[in-house]
Nanobody, 123 residues
């Protein structure tokens, strides 16, 4: 079993930046792809970004390309989401996930999920 714990959420003004972190409980996560989803009030959970276990492959939703950057530090069992040029429409609860299958982290079918961290962007 892998537990994922997100941190780094908060309140920020439009145009600002935040960096989210997701720490895993087990070293085996270094062999897993890890990703981020988000869910705004009244909306379905949507894909944001994902990264392969090696860090060599990344994918982003069109809505965040050029503004968000996903990275990982396997020595720390942690994945990061750097969010720049934030917009009010980025307001959501952000969830981290992990799976041995890369595509699962993009399709809302990942095996492991964190509890989420709230990001609020004011206009």
């Amino acid at each position: 079993q892998v537990q994922l714990v997100e941190s780094g959420g908060g309140l920020v003004q439009a145009g600002g930046s935040l960096r989210l972190s997701c720490a895993a409980s087990r070293r085996t996560v270094v062999r897993y792809a890890m990703g981020w989803f988000r869910q705004a009030p009244g909306k379905e959970r949507e894909f944001v970004a994902t990264i392969s276990y090696s860090g060599g492959v990344t994918r982003y939703a069109d809505s965040v390309k050029g503004r968000f950057t996903i990275s990982r530090a396997n020595a720390k069992d942690t994945v990061y989401l750097q969010m720049d040029s934030l917009k009010p429409e980025d307001t959501a609860v952000y969830y981290c996930n992990a799976d041995e299958e890369f595509v699962a982290t993009m399709r809302n079918t990942a095996t492991y999920w964190g509890q989420g961290t709230q990001v609020t962007v004011s206009s």
